[in-house]
């Protein structure tokens, strides 16, 4: 049973940095291609970007070009997610997922940046 | 990038009813569709993938049809623990894209 676990809830100053890790189990994770989403409060959801581990191939949407890192680390079996240049626009739940079958999504973390 | 047009945005329907959801796809995306429900403060729940396959686990009233650019989702008896927001989403290209979503409420 494929499961993703992410780290916990952030806050962050205005034009700070947030890491987001999501540690994978129960499948072969350079197999995957692991997305990121964010949902910005009361909004919907918003592909950011995705990894696919064993081609060290990443995509990243216009919108976050430039601000948006996603990497992974094999032997653990964990993506990371980090966003630069944090304003408060960047506040949302920052989830993690598998958008293929067999479909699976992380519980999601709270990225809160405030000054 | 491929659009992802849903609607309606929102509906308010009785248990019982049949509630229909539709996607339209900017260009074609073969079935690589899939349907989520989300609810309050919860990550989204697939309900459906590549446009008709019932995810395991999901309640048989749970439906989608449809093929490159038109798609349907149907719940066909709405019950009470069904309301939620329903988004589609393409898988058939990057940027992978979802719909606006459909708030679905009880009458």
């Known amino acids: 049973q494929v499961q993703l676990v992410q780290s916990g809830a952030e806050v962050k100053k205005p034009g700070s940095s947030v890491k987001v890790s999501c540690k994978t189990s129960?499948?072969?994770?350079?197999?995957?291609?692991i997305s990121w989403v964010r949902q910005a409060p009361g909004q919907g959801l918003k592909w950011m970007g995705r990894i696919i581990p064993v081609l060290d191939i990443t995509n990243y949407a216009q919108k976050f070009q430039g601000r948006l890192t996603i990497t992974a680390d094999k032997s653990t079996s964990t993506a990371y997610m980090e966003l630069t240049r944090l304003t408060s626009e960047d506040t949302a739940v920052y989830y993690c997922a598998r958008l293929a079958e067999p479909i699976k999504w992380g519980q999601g973390t709270l990225v809160t940046v405030s000054s | 990038d491929i659009q992802m047009t849903q609607s309606p945005s929102s509906l308010s329907a009785s248990v019982g009813d049949r509630v229909t959801i539709t996607c339209q796809a900017s260009q074609d995306i073969g079935n690589y569709l899939t349907w989520y429900q989300q609810k309050p403060g919860k990550a989204p729940k697939v309900l459906i993938y590549h446009g008709s396959n019932l995810e395991i686990g999901v309640p048989s009233r749970f439906s989608g049809s449809g093929s490159g650019t038109d798609f349907t989702f149907t719940i066909s008896s709405l019950q009470p623990e069904d309301i939620a927001t329903y988004y589609c989403q393409q898988y058939d290209n990057v940027p992978l894209t979802f719909g606006g979503g459909t708030k679905v409420e009880i009458k």
């Open positions: 129960g499948g072969t994770f350079s197999s995957y291609t």
